[in-house]
């Protein structure tokens, strides 16, 4: 709290606007209980206020510290620092889908996934090929490759009903060894079914 007595010129004050410091430019008394304060905003803009006793509560004076500081927990910092570099390893490995997952893509299944299909986000489009051409190993190189990019954090896969477990056995022996958690919803008819993937997965 800041006595209207300790605001003077020259005085770096916290209150006056909303999360930042202004410099007093002046201050005129206006009886006791008052005072007009003329002010530089951080931007460099002049204002001016009329500050009553009440308003004590909400000031302070600024108090100059660094810009930077050594005191932060190692292990917060160290986790945060591990998980930006993992945001970016898709930088230095371009193929990281191909080489973090039990699978040995053919030339056509590369091309289509690194070639036509992420360098076009977001993705409007229709995979479509031969029966036998790979197309499940294509979708899920796609996911888990945006997966890592952190382009997507849940996919939605909708089947036929009979497909479904096909689908959730091709997705951990080919793309998540270790998927978890993701969870089948029938419709009424067994039709269709639709398995999510969480954005948690090794």
């Known amino acids: ?15 006056l606007i909303p999360n930042e410091v202004v410099k007093v430019v002046n ?21 001016e206020q009329t500050i009553f006793r009440h308003d004590e509560h909400r000031l302070s004076m600024a108090v100059a510290g660094k810009a930077w500081a050594f005191d932060a927990a190692p292990a917060a910092f160290k986790l945060a620092l591990e998980a930006y570099r993992i945001s970016l390893a898709h930088l230095f490995d371009p193929l990281m889908a191909v080489h973090t997952s039990n699978v040995e893509p053919l030339p056509h299944q590369i091309s289509a996934v690194y ?3 992420l360098p076009r986000q977001p ?8 029966p036998g051409a ?13 997966t ?12 036929p009903g009979s497909l479904t477990e096909q ?19 029938k419709s009424r008819s067994n039709a269709t079914a639709a398995t999510i993937l969480p954005s948690k997965t090794a």
């Open 148 to 159: 890592l990019r952190a382009d997507a954090r849940r996919v939605l896969i909708v089947s």
């Open 115 to 117: 070639e036509a299909m």
């Open 167 to 185: 689908w959730q056995d091709e997705l951990r022996e080919k793309i998540w060894p270790r998927l978890r958690g993701s969870s089948v919803a």
């Open 1 to 15: 709290m800041l006595k209207l007595e300790e605001i003077v010129k020259d005085a770096q004050i916290n209150g």
């Open 27 to 47: 201050v005129e008394e206006i009886g006791p209980n008052a005072r007009l304060v003329a002010y530089r905003n951080a931007q460099g803009k002049l204002d």
């Open 123 to 130: 993705l409007r489009f229709v995979l479509a090929d031969d």
């Open 134 to 146: 790979g197309k499940t190993v294509m979708a899920g190189l796609l996911i888990r490759e945006m």
